[in-house]
């Protein structure tokens, strides 16, 4: 088992119910498309806001990632919505 | 060519006028500084649930990261010899200033064309995450496709 | 829409806040102000004969009128709450402001786009000549054709 | 005669060693080049700055003026390098 420290921001933040948990993946090579597929199975707002046409972002690292992009153990992954800044 | 890069998010106001001379103290070689200052748009007075408020939201550590790469971009592709940018956090109300994007060069086409750059990178790629408080309740702000469309122009990586 | 205008050329320096702030001031629908400022810019020590000063002539009456001209043509053509520029005259020292544009506006663009636009186009249109002072003499700068082609970009009449 | 008000600036004043002087036109449809004319016929320097390759401007009671514009009794006229501002 690997563990990834999972982030939440703004409305996905107040939609979850939380800011951060921990997020135990098997020790295998393990994406982000892995990562929101295990969240998904949560069903309720989990499906609702990632599994639906609902658009959010990725950063593995605090960096911007993709689908595809490879986490690794003790990863920061944080999931948000299009940044509203500026 | 150096450029000085100063980043800061913080939930005080700044001053424009300070942060122009600093950018400039010491160095002869600034020929033109440009700056963008945003602020909190209030509606009118015929509006009928008017905005009281903008809370602003940010991701600590990845904000600052993501602000500094777009000044380092930005000190890439222009001669610039410095970088200001100030983004507000917290709850601030219509006519507060939001965010300082300050660039000083040589020549005045580089400051321009950076400081607008970097205000348009900004609003697609820093996290920062709006959410408006009104007295019929407080909603998120979406992104816009707009801001999108005009971030491509610049290229992927700035 | 109505927009502020102010047009000021004088030998004092200005401060950039109080201006971006008096743009401002009572006006919530202010979404984003600009500005440039232009400084004087110093020859680095390794030069012999190093810049010492720039005195800047006028034209009285017809600088403030053209000046005028251009914000109004400014607030014309993109959607503008607010257009502030200042133009010192006299003696000047390298790392002294020159001029200020500042705009404000709802939108980010129109500000930014508008800013650009009139700096470009006062410093073909409006009549101010720089003189340098350096220890072996003075000379009159010249015009310099990137200004005029970088002009040509707005349009004749802006 | 009508008469106009000469005005020159930076270093057409420098080279004029004057900044404002009255001069007299025929009563007749007149424009900005006759007064050119007029001026590098007094040979010199006047002959040198507007006769030759130097580039200068006019302007016509405050606003920009070409060779074609009609000067009127009492017109301030402005005669200057290419502008340097900003």
Chains 1, 4 share one sequence.
Not at chain 2, 69 to 84: F, I, K, M
Not at chain 2, 121 to 143: I, M, N, S, Y
Request: hydrophobic fraction near 45%; charge should be negative; charged fraction near 25%.
């Amino acid at each position: 088992m690997s563990t990834l420290h999972l982030r939440y921001f703004a409305r996905l933040r107040e939609q979850f119910g939380l800011d951060a948990e921990p997020l135990g993946i098997p020790a295998v090579p393990y994406t982000v498309a892995d990562v929101i597929e295990l969240l998904i199975a949560r069903g309720g707002v989990w499906a609702e806001e990632l599994g639906g046409p609902r658009v959010f972002r990725v950063a593995v690292d605090q960096e911007m990632a993709s689908p595809e992009t490879l986490v690794h153990d003790g990863a920061e992954v944080a999931i948000f919505p299009p940044v509203t800044g500026g | 060519m150096t450029c000085r890069i100063k980043i800061a998010v913080q939930h005080d106001d700044f001053d424009l006028a300070a942060e122009e001379a600093e950018l400039c103290i010491g160095d002869h070689g600034v020929g033109a500084t440009a700056s963008f200052v945003g602020r909190v748009r209030g509606d009118g007075d015929n509006v009928t649930d008017p905005l009281l408020a903008l809370e602003l939201e940010h991701y600590p550590g990845m904000t600052e990261n993501t602000l500094t790469a777009l000044a380092e971009q930005a000190a890439d592709r222009w001669p610039l010899s410095g970088v200001t940018v100030i983004h507000r956090v917290g709850r601030l109300i219509p006519g507060e200033r939001i965010v300082l994007v300050l660039t000083a060069s040589a020549h005045r086409q580089a400051a321009l064309t950076a400081c607008e750059f970097l205000i348009d990178a900004l609003k697609t790629d820093a996290p920062f995450w709006k959410c408006e408080e009104r007295a019929h309740g407080k909603h998120w702000v979406e992104a816009k496709t707009s801001d999108a469309n005009v971030r491509a122009r610049w290229g992927e990586h700035g």
